[in-house]
């Protein structure tokens, strides 16, 4: 009997075999290599993403900015940040498509041992000056944020940094990548959708973010924002060819993310329309780019009432040019470039050039750039209520409308700067049944999913800030 | 040598010895299907004079007096005493008692132990208990019957149910029970999307225990405790419900034929009602145009929301019809008033057929059975349809005395049409129907829009001059013809095995079990449809598809290799040894994938990938394999049929482990103590208590150990890699639960009465699961082990039987569950909290289920009221203050406890049961009050406030609401809210009030089931040969729901099964009650 068990038993444990089935564990359908820059060409999309979508549930800037209005859902246009997860969308949308992406292509060229050296070091600045830019967009949304304990999925709590700190940080790498940018390896070629390898454009689209950084910083510390322009300004966009655009394309899921909400062809939704703040502005000033910019109704330029419902069929939409699949968006552009320069030597920086000159430049570019002509842009500069000398206002109200114009669509740029000169002056919505005590957002509520999942550190950061409000200032957003 | 015995017996009793003795014979047969049962004892009451029946059911005995009563008993059947009354010959149908302790019991692998052995906890019940009242998935017919198991059954055709033994216990895994039929593990998986699994668009599938056949069910037994499942290893942690079939009978026939019909209605109590005064629009007004009969005002089509103009029926409007070239009102002003029909009217009847042939038989080596079901289902929601074809085959043949072969085969086709949307989903008629409607739009007409021509004519014209397509919402009859999911199912599954008795003490069994599902899904959005949020990609959130196709194939196999030896022993005149030694070997493989087209559909209604206008994205695709390899070794120690020790102990090895750290080991030990033994009492029929301890190990699931990347859709010719949203973690070791149980057993009063009392403890440590980060590291999920969730509670079942007498009976029985959830701690201790709910696809509303330390496992958190003195504050605009954190613990989605009460009273050849079904607590969110109300459809965001002024006039006129609260002064709330439109109103989503204000209570109280049944009497059945019996019952579920306290849905109504969305209800569909009829014919 004994003996028959044994035998049994002794079956049993030979034919146990799962030590040999070590291949179960190997996923056949996805890969665990890949190379470096597929997550670099992943990123950058990702980033045109968040930035470029009118989608409600992540952002909302135009709005902010009252470049647009919504027809119905008032939610977004009076502020409610909670109604929807749009603090959360943007958020994970920086870090964890973006940034992460950015990470491992890192890592990915740091491990690489066939990869000459110079070339790791340029495309490795690629990669920073993309990261200083997701970062920059991070901080001026939200304030503090997880910087230096972020990225470590082995620390499921990241503490917060101060943002004035993690932006003196980022600029620093900014600089070291600019370095590496001009050390003479190659960069990324057609991974490179932005500027397909070529590094002196690089180096040009790293300077205009210096310069973009710096300037951020003018009202809070002028001294340090005067050096890192001064250095930045010698070697910045100089033409619309040079501007950083990402090139979307027709087919889904790489078409512009505005014709996936906007276009007809993909949504049949009717959620917004332009807003009366902007059109009454561009009618006053006859802007030759409104027809690029809206359509029309009944042949007029018409906007809706910011924070109330709008019949869609009222009022002037987007137009067609903005919602083509194909309309490509944009990172950084030339005609910013020059504003910021305008502004420069408002602010006694020593950049060349008179304020006039680049605020000339930058109308221009803005207009030929969206399809109007030189002429176009003569006519227009030439009206009183252009003309920088005659426009109204300080110099923060003439950059500041013309730039809100400038970056229209580009919401949360325009948001950035608005906040920084408060020029236009935009009213939050009132009367009727607008709830009281609106103020439109200086900055970004944190996610609710901080609140579940790193609610300690959220709590310390909400307090070091003077609250996780909406109202609660940025350190470089002062006057 | 007994049946020598038994026959001297017979002979010896039979002798007449006196003269006022008279013989009486008959045949005793088993009341469910006729067949003859030997070994019944007979005897005369009041002597030892008795008999047994023999292979026929037979039996002769001689009684003293023709007055006597004959006592038939035997073992798992009603003891029946029958007066002799003169009568020479007395058939007897001797029926099952469910509550016997002495019945045998199928414990895990399907090993049969006497009930009074047994240290654990194991609820049984009948077969027939479940098919009473003939409901196609047999899983809700568990509900109320066994404590302990929590069954929420959601009101979808064919929809999935969650299945949960004693709490969750896994933070993110898997927490349903597995579900085991003759000994085979049967796949319930659930292959709803991602997305529809957390409240988005979607469709439930169901999942697969509901395609096993009822009317082939002869007993299920619920094993709830780690002790009782040891056995059956990792994946039994969450309880098992062992499912033991209809089996043929040796040297007997039978057939059965089961016919019956149900028919279902929506339970109105259930569903929206809406407010009568208002029309379109989210503030008062109408378009101006020219429609046809000259300019005037024209509804705000565009507008999902009824917060617009006061109904006046002298007003003259251009309603949605007015555009719509073939309709009758074309171009015509029509009175502005309310609609005729609502939404409720849009649910048809739902009728379901479900006829059944079983054979069973055998001679005196074989036995076999062979039933065939059909069912068709058709639901409530237009073009919706379930057919079902099972067919079950099993046999066994006693090739020597001691080698016994057998097997089964099982095979089930399910194919769906129509199977409901669900969700915050536009493919789900109830977004529109609970929140975005007009309450002027009458459901019929739109029935007669769509129908006249097919077309999506929906009231929501993108403008006041009409247009396509329709800017939200479908006309819903389009939804349904044209919107439609259709899917289908092959499922087979079944077994070999091969029984060698060794010696008499014995056995050694070989078995091979198999289980295979093949899915197919297609999933459609017609062109010309308001865009629907579509996607296969679960790693991003669905993006808005104008018109689309998907289809999803799945291949899933397991298959189960077990070798046993099983002893049977008597040690020594006190001593018994029961016991087994075996081995299993798992292997399980599943295939998939899911593609889908890519920027709307060229050509309309051609379902084809290759109908797409861009290019395809890849298709996602899976192959997944688990093999698992488990020895394990059970004894079970009798002292006098007084004493029992159980011992468990089981090692596995897992694929899904590290390889060099897959093993790990389990045990539990039980002991049992029949204190009636030794307490004897005349009150005293039966008792015993038990108490045990066990620890189950449990795997992660596969794949979850190596990094890899997502591979998003090139960008034209470049090639993008991305990381995942999950990190995987190839240091994850086996989870374990330990779990400590004490019960007691009794009966009373000859049996007439009888409880079982279980108290139960159990914690899960070291989970392996994806846990949800912040992204700011990088990634939202991590698979880690993570910390432990404790679980403990009493179940209490209880019966009894206060009248029995010859021609009536009463007999009760009653459940009743408690359990308390707690989440102890997590992975890390800075860590206090994990989100259930799906960060990439999260929940509407702003609301997240939540694994907090602490607290029960899946609380809601959202904004909460900002109480003042324990009261709601509100602003001054009236209106409440929302916390300013999303974090506030809201709701807790667990019920405080869960009773049936079921009743059945026999009366002569009449039978009539009732099941009352309570649950008790558990918090609710509801989107569709979130929304609904903020969009004006309910009746109290319309009428007359407490000055008798509609709510609806403006503050300054005496309108608007005070809510009850308190200001932030803390004094009682006196402030008008303004309530005049859909921006301002005090009510729903608007203004974001505190989310905690849609939280409800879950409790309700249900009459689950009522049957008649009425069998035939025999004398009537005489002339009616070869059939045996016919039984014909009238039956009901779901009729009456006795108490609620959501007013306008039904509490049990749940998006899916799974962990994330528990205690959130969306586009919830109404309860149907069904009633109807069977007859069962046994031949």
New interface residues.
């Given amino acids: 009997m004994r003996h028959l068990i044994i035998t049994f038993v002794s079956a049993m444990l030979v034919t146990s075999c799962v030590d040999s089935l070590d291949d179960y564990n190997i996923d056949q359908k996805r890969p665990s290599l890949a190379p470096a820059e597929t997550f670099f060409t992943a990123s950058m999309k990702q980033l045109a993403d968040v930035l470029t979508t009118p989608n409600v549930n992540t952002n909302n800037f135009r709005l902010y900015v009252q470049q647009w209005a919504t027809t119905t859902y008032l939610q977004e246009p009076r502020y409610d940040l909670t109604s929807r997860i749009i603090p959360q969308n943007i958020w994970q949308a920086l870090y964890k498509d973006v940034i992460a992406d950015l990470r491992e292509a890192k890592r990915l060229l740091e491990e690489d041992e066939l990869l000459p050296a110079e070339d790791k070091t340029t495309r490795l600045a690629q990669v920073e000056v993309v990261e200083v830019y997701a970062w920059f967009v991070l901080v001026t949304t939200f304030g503090d944020v997880p910087y230096s304990q972020a990225m470590d999925f082995q620390n499921p709590v990241p503490a917060y940094d101060d943002d004035a700190t993690i932006y003196a940080d980022i600029l620093e790498r900014l600089d070291v990548a600019l370095g590496s940018l001009s050390a003479g390896g190659n960069g990324f070629d057609n991974a490179d959708v932005l500027y397909d390898g070529d590094l002196d454009q690089w180096v040009k689209f790293g300077n205009s973010l210096k310069l973009k950084l710096g300037m951020l910083l003018a009202d809070v510390d002028t001294g340090k924002a005067k050096g890192i322009v001064e250095a930045a300004a010698t070697n910045v966009f100089t033409d619309n060819a040079d501007n950083a655009r990402f090139p979307y394309l027709s087919a889904p899921p790489n078409n512009n993310p505005l014709s996936a909400n906007l276009n007809p062809a993909f949504s049949s939704r009717q959620d917004y329309v332009v807003a009366s703040v902007i059109i009454d502005k561009l009618n006053a000033l006859n802007d030759p780019r409104r027809p690029f910019y809206f359509t029309t109704v009944n042949g007029e330029y018409k906007g809706g009432n910011y924070g109330f419902a709008n019949a869609y069929g009222d009022f002037s939409h987007t137009s067609n040019k903005t919602i083509a699949p194909d309309f490509e968006a944009l990172l950084l552009d030339y005609s910013e470039v020059e504003f910021l320069l305008a502004e420069a030597v408002e602010r006694g920086f020593a950049v060349g050039g008179t304020a006039e000159e680049h605020y000339n430049k930058a109308i221009e570019a803005s207009i030929v750039y969206w399809g109007g002509s030189s002429g176009d842009a003569a006519t227009y500069l030439g009206q009183p209520s252009v003309k920088y000398t005659s426009a109204p206002g300080n110099f923060k109200e003439k950059i500041g409308v013309q730039k809100w114009i400038a970056l229209y669509n580009r919401g949360i740029d325009a948001w950035t700067e608005w906040r920084k000169f408060d020029y236009p002056v935009l009213l939050p919505p009132s009367g009727g049944s607008v709830p009281v005590g609106l103020s439109i957002p200086v900055r970004i509520i944190y996610p609710i999913n901080e609140q579940t999942l790193n609610g300690v550190n959220r709590e310390a950061a909400a307090a070091a800030m003077g609250g996780d409000v909406a109202s609660t200032k940025l350190f470089w957003d002062v006057n | 040598m007994k049946k020598i015995l038994l026959l001297l017996l017979v002979t010896i009793l039979s002798v007449p010895v006196l003269a006022q003795e008279t013989n009486v014979s008959g045949r005793v047969t088993d009341d469910a299907d006729g067949a003859p049962l030997p070994g019944v004892n007979v005897v005369v009451k009041g002597t030892t004079n008795g008999t047994v029946t023999d292979s026929d059911g037979r039996y002769s005995l001689t009684v003293p007096s023709s007055s006597s009563t004959l006592v038939f008993s035997f073992i798992g059947l009603v003891t029946q005493e029958v007066e002799v009354g003169g009568r020479q010959s007395i058939d007897v149908p001797m029926k099952s008692d469910i509550t016997q302790l002495n019945e045998v019991v199928v414990t895990a692998l399907g090993i049969e132990r006497k009930r009074n052995e047994l240290p654990y906890a194991a609820q049984q019940v009948s077969g027939d208990a479940i098919t009473t009242t003939r409901n196609s998935n047999f899983v809700n017919a568990l509900s109320g019957k066994v404590a302990g198991i929590d069954i929420k059954t959601n009101n979808n055709l064919g929809g999935s149910t969650n299945v949960v033994i004693r709490g969750y216990k896994s933070i993110t895994g898997n927490n349903q029970a597995l579900f085991v039929i003759d000994g085979v593990p049967v796949s319930n998986a659930n292959n709803n999307s991602v997305q529809q699994r957390n409240g988005g668009t979607g469709v439930d599938y169901g999942n697969a225990a509901a395609d096993i056949n009822p009317d082939n069910i002869a007993s299920i037994n619920v094993l709830k405790g780690a002790a009782a499942t040891a056995l059956y290893g990792s994946r039994a942690a969450n309880g098992v419900v062992m499912i033991t079939t209809k089996k043929g009978k040796k040297d007997a026939f039978s057939v059965a034929v089961n016919s019956g019909v149900t028919f279902g209605v929506i339970d109105r109590t259930t569903y929206a009602k809406y407010q009568r005064e208002y029309g379109a629009g ?2 008062s007004g109408f ?1 101006n145009a020219d429609l046809g009969q000259g300019v005037g005002p024209v509804v705000q089509f ?3 929301a009824s917060f617009g103009s006061q109904f006046d029926p002298n007003l003259m409007v251009y309603h949605w019809d007015a555009l719509d070239p073939f309709s009758p009102n074309y171009q015509q002003m029509r009175p502005w008033v309310g609609a005729k029909n609502d939404p409720s009217e849009f649910f048809e009847t739902a009728v379901t057929s479900n006829q059944n042939v079983t054979l069973m038989g055998g001679s005196d080596k074989t036995v076999f059975k062979l039933a065939y079901t059909r069912v068709d289902d058709k639901g409530v929601l237009p073009n919706s349809k379930l057919e079902k074809d099972l067919v079950n085959f099993s046999a066994s043949y006693d090739v020597t005395d001691r080698l016994t072969v057998g097997a089964s085969a099982n095979y089930s086709r399910i194919t769906g049409i129509g199977r409901y949307g669900t969700g915050y989903n536009g493919n789900n008629p109830n977004q529109q129907f609970r929140q975005w409607w007009q309450v002027n739009v009458d459901i019929k007409e739109q029935k007669d829009a769509y129908f006249r021509n097919r077309q999506n004519i929906s009231w929501n014209w ?4 009409g247009g396509t ?4 919402s479908d006309n819903p009859y389009w939804t349904r013809y044209e919107n439609y999911a259709n899917d289908s199912r092959d499922h087979y599954f079944g077994y070999m095995t091969m029984t060698y008795k ?1 010696t008499d003490w014995m056995e ?1 069994i070989g078995r091979v079990a198999f289980d295979a599902t093949t899915d197919f899904q297609e999933e459609r959005v017609a062109v010309g ?3 629907v949020r579509f996607g296969v990609d679960p790693t991003i ?1 669905p ?4 018109s689309f196709y998907s289809r999803f194939d799945q291949s899933y196999s397991e298959t189960n ?1 077990d ?1 046993l ?1 099983n002893f049977n022993k008597k040690l020594s005149e006190s001593f018994s040894l029961t016991g087994l ?3 299993n ?1 798992r292997r399980t493989r599943l295939s998939s994938m899911k593609a889908a087209t ?3 559909l060229v050509i309309p209604k051609l379902y084809s990938l290759s109908n797409s206008i ?2 395809m ?1 890849a298709p996602l ?3 997944v ?5 488990g ?1 394990f070794a059970n004894a079970n120690l009798g002292y006098k049929e007084m004493l029992f020790l159980d011992l468990s102990a089981r090692q596995d ?4 482990l ?2 060099d750290d ?1 093993s790990y080991f389990y045990f539990s030990t039980s002991a049992g103590f029949v204190f009636s033994k030794v307490l004897t009492a005349p009150w005293l029929t039966f008792g015993k208590a038990r108490v045990n301890y066990a620890e189950v190990g449990n795997d992660p699931v ?2 979850s ?9 090139a ?11 999950t ?1 995987n973690n190839p240091q994850l070791v086996a989870e374990r639960t330990k779990s400590i149980e004490a019960g007691i057993e009794a009966e009373f009063l000859e049996g007439r009465v009888g409880f079982d009392f279980t108290w139960y403890q159990s914690n899960s440590f070291d989970q392996a699961i994806p ?10 999920s ?1 698979f880690v082990n993570s910390g432990e969730v404790e679980n403990k509670g009493i179940e209490i079942s209880a019966f009894a039987t206060p009248v029995e007498s010859q021609n009536f009976s009463w007999t009760l029985g009653l459940t009743f569950a408690r359990n308390r959830n707690k989440v102890v701690s997590l ?2 201790d ?6 259930l709910s799906d ?1 990439i696809n ?1 929940l509407q509303g ?1 609301v ?1 289920t ?1 694994a907090a330390v602490g607290y029960p496992y899946g609380v809601l ?1 959202g ?1 909460n009221f900002v109480f003042t003195n324990g009261q709601p504050t509100v ?3 009236g ?1 409440y203050i ?1 916390t ?4 506030e613990i809201i709701g807790d989605p667990n019920p405080d406890w869960l009773g049936g009460i079921t009743n059945t009273l026999n009366y002569k050849n009449i039978k009539f049961n009732f099941l009352i079904d309570i649950r008790h607590g558990g918090d609710i969110f509801s989107l569709d009050q979130w929304y609904g109300e903020g969009t004006g459809l309910y009746p109290h965001t319309a009428g007359l406030n407490e000055l008798g002024v509609p709510k609806r006039s403006p503050v300054a006129e005496g309108g608007g609401i005070i809510l009850p609260g308190v200001k932030e002064d803390g004094s009682q709330n006196d402030i008008r809210a ?1 309530n ?2 859909g ?3 005090v009510f729903g ?4 009030p505190p989310r905690a204000w849609y939280v409800y209570d879950g409790s309700y109280v249900k009459l689950r089931e009522v049957a008649l049944t009425y069998s035939l009497p025999s004398s009537l059945i005489e002339n009616l040969r070869p059939l045996k019996g016919i039984d014909i019952s009238l039956v009901g579920r779901n009729l009456w729901i006795i108490d609620k306290n959501m007013e306008y849905s039904d509490p049990e109504e749940t998006l899916s099964s799974g962990n994330s969305t528990n205690g959130y209800q969306s586009g919830a569909y109404p309860a149907v009650k069904t009633y109807g009829f069977n007859v069962k014919f046994n031949f």
């Fill in positions: 989210y503030g378009y565009d507008a999902d993108p403008s006041a001059t397509p329709p800017i939200y060794i050694a449809s308001a865009g959130a993006p808005n598809v104008p290799y070798l030896l030694l075996g081995t070997l890519n920027g709307g861009s290019p994205q695709e899976q192959y394999r688990v093999g698992v390899d020895i090895k897992s694929t899904t590290p390889e897959n596969p794949l150990l190596y990094d890899v990347y997502d591979k998003p859709t960008f034209g010719s470049i090639a993008m890699f991305s990381l995942p949203n990190k846990v949800n980060l912040t992204s700011a590291t990088g990634y939202v991590r992975y890390s800075a860590v206090t909290n994990v989100q960060v999260p702003s997240t939540n958190k904004t602003n001054s605009q209106r929302a300013a954190s999303s974090a303004a005049e439109d921006t301002g109103t989503y608007p203004n974001s």
